[in-house]
């Protein structure tokens, strides 16, 4: 992803989304911060994302330097490119004007979806500033603020069309209040057999099989399920390909690089290994 310019339009079409997260008030722009009526500012970056979490409003863990450097290698290669194509498809005959990806990343899968959706906004909110450099000039039609989706987000009650959330923490009540009567919250989760082929050989963390009965539980009788596609495309990976794809998630944090090199170089390579996810549409009741 390069650095994009803004569609005119796009910032202030946003700042109708955002709220001061100290007060709830609406945010303007001036003099490259944003501001509310009660004086609380918050700057916008050199990167051009918005730093929200301020004072001792700190984040949980967040992704590294490193996890993004991975990340950006690994997606900027095309293995998960199927898969984001594949969401936008499910998002675009949702008709959104506004679309909020709750725990953002780098922005890889809402520039996606804005691809497809030629008259939209996003929003990317993550905790990780690493991922918003980038985040921030994944879409000219995008903006992105540093956040920690736990939280109230700062976002105003019933101003999003579509909340995405690929592979992120959710918050079922926030999700459901941010989102106007009947919006849509696109859920991605992987399936058990996601890459299956490396997870024993790698050690890697496995995919909890409760995992769609826990986002049911999440989602807490506020969404109404609608539809859900389960998606899989092969990956053939090489060395390089399989380190960026252990070290751009949480199994980095479980693995040294001298563990992970040894683990990679038994493997028979180049290895094929299966992407599976389900993508899941729930409509806000």
Request: aromatic content about 4%; overall charge neutral; proline content about 6%.
């Amino acid at each position: 992803m390069t650095a994009t310019p803004d569609v005119p339009g796009t910032r202030h079409r946003l700042l109708d989304v955002l709220a001061c997260p100290h007060c709830g008030e609406p945010l303007t722009l001036a003099d490259r911060a944003l501001r509310c009526p009660a004086r609380h500012a918050f700057d916008i970056a050199r990167q051009g994302y918005v730093g929200l979490l301020t004072g001792n409003m700190k984040a949980g863990t967040a992704d590294s330097a490193d996890m993004v450097r991975a990340r950006g290698a690994f997606l900027g290669a095309g293995h998960y490119d199927p898969l984001a194509r594949a969401l936008a498809r499910v998002v675009e005959p949702l008709g959104a004007g506004t679309v909020l990806d709750a725990g953002a990343g780098t922005g890889h899968y809402l520039a996606a979806v804005l691809d497809a959706l030629p008259d939209a906004v996003g929003l990317g909110l993550d905790v990780s500033k690493y991922a918003l450099r980038q985040a921030a000039r994944c879409h000219p039609r995008a903006w992105a603020a540093t956040w920690d989706v736990w939280r109230r987000l700062p976002v105003r009650t019933g101003s999003v069309d579509v909340v995405l959330n690929v592979f992120a923490p959710r918050n079922g009540e926030e999700f459901h209040r941010v989102l106007r009567p009947g919006g849509a919250l696109v859920v991605v989760t992987p399936n058990p057999a996601h890459l299956a082929e490396l997870r024993g050989p790698l050690g890697l963390l496995g995919v909890d099989s409760a995992k769609e009965d826990r986002l049911e539980r999440t989602l807490g009788g506020r969404f109404r399920a609608e539809g859900r596609d389960v998606h899989e495309h092969t990956v053939v990976l090489g060395a390089e390909d399989v380190e960026h794809l252990v070290l751009m998630g949480p199994s980095a944090r479980h693995i040294t690089p001298e563990e992970l090199r040894e683990r990679v170089g038994a493997l028979d390579l180049p290895v094929r290994t299966t992407v599976s996810c389900v993508i899941s549409v729930h409509r806000a009741l």
